[in-house]
């Protein structure tokens, strides 16, 4: 037969995709019926859904993109009677996206809450991975709130990727969960190309070999911290020569980016690609650096991390950046945004740190806990027993 690739958007591509996917779930399977595991919205420049979902085939859960939620309405009815239908969803930002004032952010939640129902109403489990606590950069905050205590009382499963995430949840939102699981991040080992070694990596950004490289790789956003450090690294650059700060990253049009492209531009100890990196390209950023720096603000689950993480690379976060555990004690080195001379201090007095081999045996015994297949496989675990009726 002839099979398109990745045929569309349009809801009649999306029910196509649905029973071609259900067609190969295992229909004899008594113990595990199949499942439709609708999930919502997808982000296909983030490797972290199909890393998330990679072993839920074979837990009969069978992953279905949903684009948009209006999709539903045509493809509920178009899937097999007596199939058990899930929910997924993930960011949350699409609720508000594009309200301009408090008020139709406000009739958007409503909105969504009246979904939210009329899903449960027709049988639909939902379940929520908690990303954030709220979006970055928050506009209407307390309609924000009220939107995730939406989302807490209308799910069947919460997924949260650390233990202490339902503190935050419950000093947050004031909603508990009726139920949780926990499953981490997973590192994206094996979702990037990663053949290159660090001369081969060096030599293709043009940085010398004896420098000593810190990488900071994601969108240069307000909330991480971009332009404080530079301040730390004005001090620790002058008492260290060698220092180099790799940023690789799209700039979003937010406050705060003009001038740190201004100070980057100008500043001796950085290397600023400001632009997507293409997938087959993140290795030359990552193998050309001893160490990961991460000044954020404030974070809850962090995607970067878990990538130079996968590359096995110790990691200098700020005391407002949440690790959850995706590092080992022995792999992380912590200073305060706030206090650049101090901070300074903690990078140049940690040089031999970061290119320790038990540090880096301790980040790879760590890891292989953290595998996607191994993550997915608990995850599915965990969800099936929360969700699959009592026998």
């Known amino acids: 037969m002839i ?3 990745r045929r569309g958007t349009s809801a009649a591509h999306l029910v196509d995709d649905a029973l071609s996917a259900l067609a190969a779930a295992d229909w004899a399977d008594l113990s595990q019926p199949p499942v439709a595991w609708l999930h919502w919205p997808v982000d296909m420049a983030n490797p972290y859904q199909s890393l998330l979902y990679s072993r839920f085939a074979g837990h009969n859960l069978v992953p ?4 948009r939620l209006n999709q539903l309405d045509t493809l509920l009815p178009a899937l097999p009677d007596g199939i058990a ?3 997924h969803v993930h960011w949350l930002y699409g609720v508000t996206a594009g309200c301009t004032s408090t008020a139709q952010a406000q009739a958007a939640v409503d909105t969504f809450a009246g979904t939210l129902d009329a899903l449960r109403g ?11 606590v709220l979006p970055h950069e928050t506009v209407h905050r307390a309609t924000e709130i009220r939107l995730r205590q939406v989302m807490l009382a209308a799910a069947d499963v919460v997924h949260l990727m650390h233990e202490s995430h339902l503190d935050v949840l419950r000093d947050n939102f004031g909603v508990e969960p009726r139920h949780v699981v926990i499953a981490r991040h997973p590192t994206f080992v094996g979702a990037y190309p990663d053949w290159v070694d660090r001369r081969a990596a060096r030599n293709h950004l043009g940085i010398p070999l004896g420098a000593r490289v810190l990488v900071t790789f994601g969108q240069v956003r307000p909330y991480k911290g971009h332009g404080d450090f530079l301040d730390a690294l004005d001090i620790a650059s002058a008492d260290d020569p060698r220092l180099r700060w790799l940023v690789a990253g799209k700039v979003r049009e937010e406050a705060g980016g003009p001038e740190f492209m201004r100070r980057a531009a100008d500043h001796p100890a950085v290397i600023f690609h400001p632009g997507f ?5 993140v290795q030359y950023f990552l193998r050309a650096a001893d160490a990961a720096v991460y000044p954020y603000r404030s974070s809850l689950n962090s995607g970067a991390l878990a990538l130079t993480a996968g590359f096995e690379l110790p990691a200098y976060v700020s005391t407002g950046t949440t690790v959850g555990g995706l590092m080992p004690d022995e792999g992380l080195r912590r200073f305060d945004l706030t206090d650049p001379a101090k901070a300074a201090e903690i990078i140049t007095g940690s040089a031999g740190w970061a290119g320790s081999p038990s540090v880096h045996d301790a980040i790879r015994a760590h890891l292989h806990e953290l595998t996607p297949a191994q993550i997915s496989d608990r995850l599915a675990t965990d969800l099936r027993r929360h969700l699959d009726p009592p026998t």
């Open 85 to 87: 239908r899930v929910l």
């Open 277 to 281: 990196v293409p997938d087959s390209d």
């Open 64 to 67: 279905i993109r949903v684009r």
């Open 122 to 132: 027709q049988g639909v489990r939902l379940v929520w991975t908690v990303h954030n």
């Open 3 to 5: 099979l398109p690739w």
